[in-house]
Every structure is written in structure tokens, then in C-alpha cells.
């Protein structure tokens, strides 16, 4: 699958439109549900997810290789969605509705109950707890990967993540 990846970057860089379209095919619907889970709000997620790809395609000269390009696209998702709050002038919505939206289907209502308290307590972190959160389970990087779409020391990453698991303990106890 690299290498693969790597001649459908070769080839968007060369000017081939249908290169790139391949890797957004294969991206869009991590990015969208990642910047969903941050944002919780359908239309911004498309935009956020959208406007990823574009900077993305203008900016393929920089991606660096030893990098996947999931984590790339991540960094910059990460930080269209960070930007997008910052810009609004709010925080992340704790609406019941939304919750329920971005809880997975589960066969147990009471599995479904426990996933919608969880994602709730989610919402009420700070935002770059969320988002390592999302990166880190919800997507399953590994902490260099997280680290990497969130621009940040991997070191800070555990932190992030440690903080984030009590701050849930608590408010989930």
C-alpha cells in the first residue's frame, strides 16, 4: 500500500488529477469523521474536511515521505478544525443530540448508553485532549502518528492522552 501511495503522490504531483482524487477516495471518510468528532457539526466537518484536501494538494510538495499520508492529512485536519474554533470564538458543543450523533451503533442499548456517556465526557476535555483522543482511539494511530498530525512532541501526546483518561475517571466515577 506505500508503495502505491507513494507513485499516486508521484503522479498528483506530476499534474495527474486522477492520482489525487485516488487518495482523497481513500481519506475522505476518516478525515470528515475525524473533524465531525471535533467539531460535531455536520456542515463545518464537510468544509474543514474539504478545505484539508485542498491545502493538502497545494502543499504535496512539502509532505515528507517517512510520514504516512493518513498522518499528514491528520495534522492538517487537526488544525483547519483548531483554527475553525478559534476563529468562532467558541467551544466544543456538549449537545445531547450531537452525542448521540457520533456514537457508534451498538448492539446493547446499554453498551449505547455507556458509549454516549463516554463521548459526552469526551466533549467536556480540553480540545487538544479531544483531539488526541480522536487520533489515538477512534482513529488508532500510535503516538508518533498522533504526534505528528498534532505537531507536537510525542512526549506531550502521552501526557495529553494521561491527563485526558483521569479527567474521564473522574467524571465518569
Known sequence: ???EEADLIAKALAG?????GELVER??????YHCFAMLRDEDAAED??????????????????QYKL?????RISTNKCLNYLKRQGRTLPSDEK?????ASNQPSPDAEAL????????LALKPKYQAAISLYYWQGLDYAAVAAAMDAPVNSVRVWLKR???????ELA
Open 1 to 3: 500500500m506505500q508503495h
Open 115 to 122: 458509549n454516549t456517556e463516554l463521548r459526552g465526557a469526551v
Open 16 to 20: 495527474d488529477a486522477d492520482a489525487y
Open 70 to 74: 493518513s498522518t499528514w492529512l491528520f
Open 164 to 170: 485526558a483518561k483521569e479527567a474521564l475517571r473522574k
Open 27 to 32: 481519506y475522505k471518510k476518516a478525515i470528515y
Open 48 to 65: 474543514i474536511a474539504q478545505e484539508t484536501f485542498i491545502s493538502a494538494y497545494y502543499s504535496l510538495k512539502q509532505y515528507k515521505q
Open 98 to 102: 450531537l452525542i448521540a450523533a457520533i
